[in-house]
């Protein structure tokens, strides 16, 4: 009896190890967000933010197709929103969903980030990310261990400002030969920002060995390449969110 027991046992461990691999396997790794921590442009005195819509889009696909999304910010806490239209359905559906508006107001910092959780990380733009993204070495650090993973990185508007001093371990900038995309020169001398913000995000990707692509003024324009994906301006914002699903699809 003892040895059928132990027999039991044993096949009962094993399976259950066996269902709790093949588990582990199926979980979907979490995605990323990073949202600006800073509220205002320049010397101007006007607010800014995280961009609402270049949250809720891209959170709207990647949510609905199962995906957990955790938020990181570089100082932390709540973070200050910018684009604040709630006439617009996904925002709202974001702004109430007690879940996601509790996570994106107490938003990591980056050292309470475990890059390994991460399938992806996606910096959303608006604004303030050009004065608080770009030097946060903690962030770029996060992003380089999910690229050097096998993740993706992904940005979107002003979000790739994020993406300038990323560095691999081969010493080369993470941008450095690949297509990329973001806030144009054109679309930042439009709403007459090109000598308020701290540099031109466009001319800083190129200095990084960027191979700058862009459409006009607010086009959709969204590219992919070796699992970076940047879009353009906030029209861009769902369909990099379906350009990461894409990818991670594969």
Request: net charge neutral; hydrophobic share 35%; with cysteine.
């Amino acid at each position: 009896m003892k040895k059928l027991a132990f027999l039991m046992l044993a096949i009962f461990t094993i399976g259950f190890a066996q269902a709790q691999t093949k588990k582990s396997k199926n979980m979907k790794k979490k995605i990323l967000f990073v949202v600006t921590s800073h509220d205002k442009k320049g010397s101007t005195g006007e607010d800014t933010g995280y961009y609402l819509g270049e949250v809720s889009h891209p959170w709207e696909v990647l949510h609905k197709a199962g995906y957990e999304i955790d938020f990181v910010s570089p100082k932390g806490g709540t973070p200050p929103v910018d684009g604040f239209d709630l006439k617009d359905p996904v925002n709202k559906e974001f702004w109430e969903n007690k879940e996601y508006k509790n996570k994106i107001d107490h938003s990591m910092t980056p050292s309470q980030v475990n890059p390994k959780e991460y399938s992806t990380i996606f910096y959303a733009g608006g604004h303030g990310a050009m004065w608080d993204f770009a030097d946060n070495k903690e962030l770029a650090d996060i992003a380089s261990k999910i690229y050097e993973n096998g993740g993706i990185v992904a940005g979107v508007c002003h979000g790739p400002a994020g993406l300038v001093n990323i560095k691999l371990n081969n010493g080369k900038y993470l941008v450095d030969g690949k297509k990329i995309n973001a806030f144009t020169n054109e679309e930042e001398a439009e709403v007459k920002l090109t000598d308020v913000v701290p540099f031109l995000l466009e001319n800083k990707l190129k200095e990084r060995g960027a191979q700058f692509e862009k459409s006009g003024l607010w086009q959709n324009h969204v590219v992919t390449d070796q699992r970076v994906i940047t879009g353009q301006n906030p029209q861009s914002a769902k369909s990099v969110g379906e350009a990461i699903l894409k990818e991670l699809n594969k």
